[in-house]
């Protein structure tokens, strides 16, 4: 498998940032400060960037509550983000969204999604445009495995494949629905839900940037080439609870810890280019500082940034009144 | 000044958290912690969760103490380096404080008289005492049909000065058990008889008001070594007549319009009846059990809208002191009923009352009794 | 008799009649937590800890955890009322119900009227609503509207624990499927509450403040916000009735017009989109029944026509207020009805 350069160092700071952006929420929503709730990413930041790495601004993918790594993974801007978490008028969303929903269309990404299967229709669409549109684009619908068992996504499972649309279904499977665990709540396997709809099944430990590379590139480029829909099954781990302030006591103690401990994608990645060779650590160790003082900066400016005015109360219900 | 030293502050567990208890520290001060550390576990009404550090330092301060409730972002603890002085410390904790608005404090609910529950033969009855019982022999409160505890508000805290007073709510009553057996004054005396050798209690100045009367009356006769004088207010079982609208409406009506009217026969001044009180009475009658409770005591009290039971010749021949309350304008029990009974049985009459004389006469009938049973 | 929150009181509810009846039977997503994970059972209670501890003493038969799957698990419940239980399911957040609606509207709703009175639905779908929270446009909605607008539905609306307690009881009794709307900014609001079983009948207003000048007709958390403006009002010699109506279906419509006769003015508090909710509906009915009673125009505390905002400065200014309520009452208060010329 030939990995450009370009691709590497952007890829690893994609990670970084998901994981620097993450566990700064972490560390912010308990100071009281962020209001609403927030729910993290960390553990799944090679799902999101491996599969995004294949994707150009003009492919389309849809996410979830979980929905922070995503987007950065498609290249939204940290400080909008940032400021959207915090409720501010320069947040990407002005602050009407906030975490569950941040958007930014003109990168093809069409929303993090506060309801449970809510994404997989409108990648049917959204992969419906594409094909319609012969833009030669893709369409990705990121969902849990909770949302797996939302008939919306099994409908859809079955329209993409009737409609044989350019759409690919990335099952995140971090083994948890909320605080359910997927071995009680998932019947059967998503390879034969697959297979029950006639698609293709890709599977790949999500812990790992390049397993995720390599199997999301072969099923975007079915789903490109015009042969219908695929589902890419990622086996992967959350970090914190389902939101922040969950006490995840549904999980066994040590869990957790051996996820970090074994399965850090970004302790993965820096270990396998410095033995092959294909990045030097300095230029990682530059990323990390980058990124640390890009989430600073991010935080700084979303707290001294202005909120929305009253006039924005009433903006954009409609295009036109 | 402050840039090593991090201020640890009430975290924000979930969407619904604004106050949280510090249930313990899980550090003593002086320890050296990093980042994730688990620092104190903290306390919700949904969940208690560990709270890891979200920097790295020493653990300087523990500015609140275990136990704590307090609004989230409240200061608790203090990480700063070895070299920041305390001085420094204390400086910054002034300053966070003197920046920090927790919103409103919490009032302290009002210390209430204590209510508990006593088991008797299977029947939870929930009792309220008061006074320490200087003068020997306790004083028990028997209230009517449809009332409770509250019955004997003004009547409890006036005695207690000098007694040791025990008001409870009869079966299908407050806050006792709803089952009523076979709703009659005989089967009530056999609870309020178990009750007071529950209690320990040699015996009791008893003091009934009305079906709480017929009560009593049953009490001095299967069990007079109990009963060491009685007092009755406006008694049931020594006539004939009660006035039914009153038994009738008391069950029947479940709104606050309906149900004001027939609560108005109890007293001779209406106003006394408050919107609190009716209220509270339509809120008794939703509990499970009380109207069919209420029911099984009108049939076996009051059959075909009559007194079913006489106790006349009863109080006649009880052979310890005993005296009958009564108010004039009672609209329920008529106070003629009290016409003819031997002069040793004292009967005072209250011009102004109506069934109800320890409430709209509470001064009168305290003095009366507490002179009766000194 | 204890004090109790809206959460302990709505948990103490469904634990007395899961213990009276053995055909009530709780389901949802997370109601317990826990299953299929490797740590402890009966995790969560509920997203918000409503129903913790059921699990552990009703067991998994009884206390069922869901998969995310609201079409499925609601129409379960449906069905499984339709044939001898008496499920109480959760919703999570009512917003939820665009992805169940079908089962609701189509089926439950439905089946006594279709098949000819042969059928009893006694279903309890238990869902959290309101703003308040920084919870943004997807699970901030009050959609009692959208269930009181479906026949065959019943939709509870609690203003306090007391109200829930007894309220939820009478909706696990009922023959019926109930929506019962809980708001999740109440969950941490405390009164005394009984703590033996107890029912409030259905469609029977509550009067919560009782005055001469002023008819406030409020729903759910509303009520709490109208008592305080009634309380500051009284200060200056406005004197309010405070109408909780407690069920929008079956609405208590005469006790409304009743008050309405008395005070000649209303305002009318609703936390929902303002377009055909309960305010509009009240409005209506007074317009129609009371014409001749009005000494001033009525009044709406309603939110903007806009989804509920995620920024807390916009979401404040989205909310019914006291100081809204007040300034409606007072403006409402205030008016005269020009002499004619």
Redesign the interface.
Known sequence: MQISRDILTRSYRSMRTIRDFEERLHVEFATGEI???VHLYCGEEASGVGVCAHLTDTDTIASTHRGHGHCIAKGVAVEGMMAEIY???TGV?H????S??IADLSLGMLGA?????GGPPLICGAALSHKLLKDNNVAIAFYGD??S????TLESLNLATVWQLPAVFVVEDNG???????????AGTQKDRAAGFGMPYFECDGTDFFAVYKTAGEAIAHARSGKGPAMLHVHLSRWYGHFEG?A??????G?VAKQRAEHDCLVNFRKYVSEVSLLETSVLDEIDADVKSEIDAAVIAAKAAP??E?A???RD?YVSY | MSSNITPITMPKF???M?EGKLASWSLPVGTEVSAGDELADIET???TNGYESPAAGILRRQVIPEGETIPVGTLIGILADADVSDVEIDSFIKNFNDNFSSGETKDK?SEETPRRIVEVDDLRISIQESGNGNEGTAVLLIHGFGGDVSNWMLTQSALSSSHHVIAFDLPGHG?ST?QVGDGSPEGFAKTVESLIKILDLPNVHVIGHSLGGAIALELAKSSPELVKTLTLIAPAGLGQDINMNFINGFIEA???KTLEPVLQYLVHDKNLIS?QMVEGII?YK???GVINGLKTIASASFPEGKQAVSLRSTLEKFDKPSQILWGEQDEILSAKDADGLPSTIAVTRYPDAGHMPQLEQAAAVNAIISSFIA | ?S?K?F?QAINEALRQEMRRDPRVILMG??VA?????????D??GG???VT?GLQTEFGEDRVL????????YIGAAAGAAATGLRPVAELMFV??V??CLDQIMNQAAKFRYMFGGKARTPLVIRAMYGAG???????SQALYPLFTHIPGLKVVVPSSP?EAK?LLIEAIRDDDPVIFLEN?VM??DEEDV????????FG?AN?TR?GDDVTIVAFGRMVNFANQAADRLEKDGISCTVIDPRTTSPLDTGTILDCVADTGRLVIVDESSPRCNLATDVAALVAEEAFDALKAPIRRVVP????V??????EN??MPSVEKIEAAVRSVAAYHVKEEA
């Open positions: 209001p609403g709730f409720g501010r008028q969303c602050g009407k969204g906030g569950m929903h999604n506060g309801i449970v299967g909770g949302a068992n939302e008939g919306s948890y629905g909320e605080a359910t665990g997927a071995s009680y709540a998932c969950d995840m006591s549904y999980r066994a103690d869990e909120l929305p009253d924005d109360l009433m219900v | 979930g969407l619904a604004t009404s949904k969940i609910a806050e709803k479940d709104r606050r919107r809120r939703r509990l499970d | 008799m004090k929150s959460r997503e997370d937590g826990g299953r299929g994970g490797t740590g402890v059972k995790a969560w997203v918000l800890g913790k955890d869901t998969p995310i799957s609201e079409a499925s917003d939820f665009g992805c929270f920084n919870a943004a446009a997807q699970h007391y007894g999740k969950y941490d009984p703590d033996e079983p107890y029912t409030i009948p029977e009067l009782e903007p026509h806009t989804p905002p995620f920024s807390t400065v916009l200014l989205y």
